[in-house]
């Protein structure tokens, strides 16, 4: 009986996951292997389907509640006073090395943002954790990041690049910028840590808060047009830029690469404690975005050339293992995208075809290696839903929804979905309650 059923999964799996197949057809393999694949998905979860009647989640800054169209439990992990909170940037680590606390980011009711750890492990029921105010900042510049093994916090407020402490709540001054460095929130980039800990990077881009940003109180859709203008208008100035290293036991900052290409996201590789991966940034299909750079400056080369001229490539992540990067690929003006894995020695690519239920503005993968995680999109026919994407044989990923963010305005909050460490839960923002807040989504029922 185990045999058939293991072998019932993967056939279901290769069917449900096969959108070639005429409706009628989808309809009737549905029927036929339902009570088989509702246990095949993964070891304790079911399939998720959006249940008789579902409305959206609630709009209210409840602390928790099942998501009434998936059935899987979300709570809120940000239920501080103030302006709202949010989750760090996709790409960045927020944890501790044993995963019992998590980072995020807190907009004080006054001047400046302040930075909160939650404790997500400890016997007690997930989201339940004990929050601690960590650090206030008056400017808080680019990404922060945690150090597994420090249990430090890293961040930049102003010209002061500081790290507190997890446990001790102590902050000192690593290092301090020197004055004529454009310390803005367009232009700062970074904080990325390496993988012994021993620097930190980042990439600073002089005169980009001068162009164009949204007035105040501008609708979703003039914030969104006024980003993407900023952004074709900071790509055609070629303004100055650069990266540069902080050395954590002496504070030396070191500048290992200058130029005129927009330098940004910044991320040291898991486990090679010398390599780093960057981006030039702007329009996706106007630049070979990828490029790897040593620590010390040397060995820059462009990690992904176009191979088509309609090639866009974008927010891209490491994978664990530190061997891939992955990366959001665009062909032929939008009409084929594909989830894709490319090893820093080279070789073919690994790709998985995203059919229009699973754009999203950000993936990010398992710490296991194995699974991916969707935020969603909005406008269209893009469905506003935080999902696991499991990849099957064929090349396609299967949509696990997880948690309808419907409610989320995408101009002012990108969802930035990250697996806690052991990938039971994925970590998010959302505006749904009206301001954004940081919430945490069950991966199993």
Known sequence: MNQFVSSAC???????????????VRFVTFMLVLPVVSGCLSPGRAAATPAAGAQAPPSSSADS????????????????????????????????????????????AGPGQSLWS???????????????????????????????????????????????????????????TPAD???SVSGT?????????????GAVTTGADKIGQAPAGASSAQAAAARQNKIQATFQAHLPSFLYTVDLRSGKINVILRGTDWYDHVQFSPTDPNLMLFDYEGPWDKTDRLHLIHADGSGLVSFRPKQTPTDAVGHEFWGPDGQTIWFDLSQNNGKGRFLTGRSVQGGAEKQYAIEQPEFSRHYNISHSGKIFVGDG????????????????????????????????DYSKREPNVIFTPDDQWVIYSSTQSGQSEVYAVSVNK
């Open 10 to 24: 993967k056939f279901s799996r290769s069917l449900v996951s096969t959108r070639s197949r005429r409706t009628a």
């Open 189 to 201: 980039q970074g904080l990325s840590i390496n993988a012994d800990e021993t620097l930190l990077a």
């Open 377 to 408: 999109d909005t406008g269209g026919s893009h469905n506003p839903m935080i999902q696991l994407l499991l990849p099957q044989p064929n090349g396609t990923l299967q949509q696990v929804p997880l948690a309808s963010v419907a409610q989320n």
């Open 65 to 108: 509640y099942v998501d009434p169209m998936t059935g899987h439990k979300v709570v809120r992990l940000s239920r501080e006073p103030g302006r709202g909170s949010y989750s760090i940037y996709f790409h960045q680590n927020v944890f501790t090395g044993t995963g019992d606390k998590v980072v995020w980011t807190h907009i004080n």
């Open 181 to 183: 460095w454009d310390m």
């Open 118 to 176: 939650t404790d997500i492990s400890g016997g007690q029921p997930f989201g339940s954790g004990k929050s601690t105010h960590l650090a206030d900042t008056i400017r808080l510049l680019g990404f922060p990041v945690v150090g597994k093994q420090s249990r430090d916090v890293y961040y930049i407020n102003d010209h002061s690049i500081l790290a507190t402490n997890l446990d001790t709540l102590k902050t000192r001054t690593i290092a301090t």
